[in-house]
């Protein structure tokens, strides 16, 4: 069994100083054989003579458990359990029975953390390849991308292969390990039903019958019936030709159905809607916000509409939309909710109302309606009070809606994207031979599979395509079922790299081009890099330099985004537990809506400028910059963004709207990762804040030093009871001193509680929020203590020196990174004889100075990544 690698602070912490001494003289990367074994003899097994073999020997087997003859050896399956149930009773305090001497706390710590390394490094070997990249499949990123980029084939959302197929297994966080691509009968169906989908999507040898069609509604042809109904229901009028909402929602009646159907959707497709819009803020200058959405379903889009009725602004939206769901398309007032402050008040008001009509001051329709309602509720009710403002209707926000324009189906232009890249010599079915297909197989065949083909794997999908042909099918179905065929075999779904020997080898051109590709791009090489495969260009070190380089500035570099970024900071666990509407309503107000997606995409858009600018990786530990858009700046409380697009922000302190006058300023707060929301979603439960998963959080992620699992009676940090208003930190004291992992909980604590000031949706508290709306607190929350001691020694008082104590720890999140790295990038788990290679990228990509572009030229650039 390999010793696994582990920074070193996290091994010296674990280990005897005499084992280290010895490692040292035996040399870096001796066998864990020696080490555990001289670590076993020399604290477990005098531990067992004290404390256990009394009860546990040759004569005395209790619980048939005999430790004198127990292996240390954990690739034994059998001994390997009872390590797991000696471990569990020791941390449960059961072993040494209360009779017996009581070892200290240290010896405990060396017993358990010895037993945890063993399971640690079992668990490694199973994941382990040995250090070799073995036969994968692709995940299923990898497939849809790869689809796409061959076949120029575009999904909508909730219909491509991300979403047929299940997802992928991971081993340390990635999906990319043959150890967790598992291939099951099930999955076999869906790359059936998935190839299927693609083939009728890319092979067209037809118009489609449902065409794009643009279809209009003007809000003043509302009339008649509809009128009533809104004016009664919705509180609309029309106005000088355009219709106005002080609530609710505006409807199209009927008026937007494309011609080939009747309904308002035709087809599952992607629909652009455009609605020209101007609003009037209330007399409290509240924004207006507005609604878009179809038939019931949640709105699709919203606005905040700040154009004036004089200058009217079209809002446009694109959206899929799904044939099955049909119904009207609605335009709301998201605020609008205030007209019932001023008509449904109830008693007296209806006095007021008759006045204000006998007087001629209610003449139109909608006030009229008013009064009529105010009627009914004093009829039904008689309950209520009297409102001076029952009848200030010019006080109340206005949304001015001139019309709506849906454009669909998108993308049913003909003919599409994949005909001509399929038929790049043309596609008429009346002169497409036998010879035409055989070019048209022999140039899709090497694109799929990667690599050169023969004739005879051409002559099978021609064959297939012919056999279709004989059986009487159309060729538009014959070409499908062999793109099928294709999509459906071992050589496109596995990433093949042949080994005739166990012996090391150079990556063949067209391998390295595979390996680099689905590297940075999760999918398959392009034109140019295949042509640079196929001429033998690759093995110059200019050339792929050159080439990297190329790739890193393409689009396409979004696929290692989505690959490797999203994992590694686990991105899609942002919001495994969604904010407690009632605790932070603030979240979820209108002017936040797609906030989700922007907490998700921040980090994602940091990188991304990482690799533009050629900028320091320390970055994610601290910057005076981010990137933002308006909705996510305007959350974190940052003046002077504007848009949906995530733009470069540096972070000054004039960019600051009100705060707390103890918050720090934004160029202090939100630079790097640790100042991001979408970190401190990730350590709540949705009510409060859980400083140890933050904890584990920076250890893991940053660190690649993840601390061991907790043992079974760890337990939770409760929350606060019977009206107590403890702390986290107090809670957690309490916590470690009921529990037998309080070495851990020194290792992961401090970073978590260093980030005690931002509260479960990332927002910044000086006091203690969470676990119950905010008015039933009082007035004495808790202050917030930020303060902390790292295990280096390294002490810090608050957040902002925190992260200059994370800046002394360069080196070992650069070394964190480049692990993390380098394992997605290989597709494997590495092992004691990757340290050597880990050493020469750093080094060679500049140290602590390292960008993610010199990373990844020195990841493509080494041998590990160049041999098989």
Known sequence: MKILLMPFESFSQRCPRVILVLMLLLGSWASTATADSVSFRQTVQPFFAEHCVRCHDEKLTEGELNLRSLSADFDDSMAAQRWVEILDRINLGEMPPEDEPRPTPEQLEVVTGWITDQLQQMRAAADSTGGRVVLRRLTRLEYANTVRDLLGVEFVQGKGPLDVLPPDG???????????????????????????????????????????????????DTKGSAMEYLIDQRSAEIVDGRMVLMEGNARTFGKLRHPFSGSEIPATAEYRVRVQASAVPGADGDPVYMDVRQGPAESFAQFRVDASPDSPQVYEAITTRDELFQGEFQIGIVNGSKFHDYVGSRGEALKESKKAFDQGRLVDATRIKARLRAQGDYDTNNRGAFSPNAWKLDDLPKLYLDWIEVTGPLGSDYPPQSMRQVFSDGWDPETLDADGRWRVIRRLLPRAYRRKVSNTEIQQITDLIQSELDAGHDLQRAMRTGVVAILCSPSFLYLYEASETDNARLLQPMELASRLSYFLWSSKPDDELFALAVQGKLSDPKVLESEVNRMLG???????????????????QFNQFPADEKIFPQFYETRFVGLESDVAEQPLAMIGE??????????????????????????????????????????????????????????????????????????????????????????????????????????????????????????????REQTTCNNCHRRIDPYGLALENFNVIGQWRDRFDGEKPLNQWGDDRPEIDASGQLPSGESFDDFVQFKQALQKQRSRFVRGLTEKMLMYALARTLVANDRPTIDQIISEAGGDEMSFRSLIQGIAASKAFRAK
């Open 554 to 572: 393409d689009d396409r570099i979004d696929g290692f985004l989505q690959g490797f970024a999203r994992q590694w900071l686990k991105i899609d």
């Open 170 to 220: 991971s081993i340390r966080g990635f999906d990319r390990n043959s150890r967790a691509l598992l291939v099951d009968p099930s999955l076999l169906d869906a790359y059936l039903q998935v190839a299927e989908t693609v083939a009728e999507k890319a092979i067209q040898f037809r118009p489609p019958l449902i065409t794009s069609r643009t279809m209009r509604f003007e809000f003043r």
């Open 610 to 735: 990482l690799i533009r600018s050629d900028e320091p990786v320390t970055a994610l530990l601290d910057s005076d910059w981010t990137m933002l858009n308006e909705r996510l700046a305007s959350f974190y409380d940052i003046d002077g963004v504007s848009g949906d697009r995530f733009q470069r922000v540096a972070l000054t302190s004039s960019q600051s709207a009100e705060r707390s006058t103890t918050m720090p300023s934004p160029e202090i707060i939100r630079g790097g990762l640790l100042g991001m929301a979408g970190v401190h979603r990730w350590g709540s439960d949705g009510s409060r804040t859980k400083p140890v998963e933050r904890g584990k959080y920076i250890l893991d992620v940053l660190f690649n030093d993840p601390p061991p699992p907790p043992p079974p009676n760890a337990g939770e940090v409760e929350p606060n009871l019977g009206g107590k208003k403890l702390t986290v930190r107090e809670r957690l004291r309490l916590h």
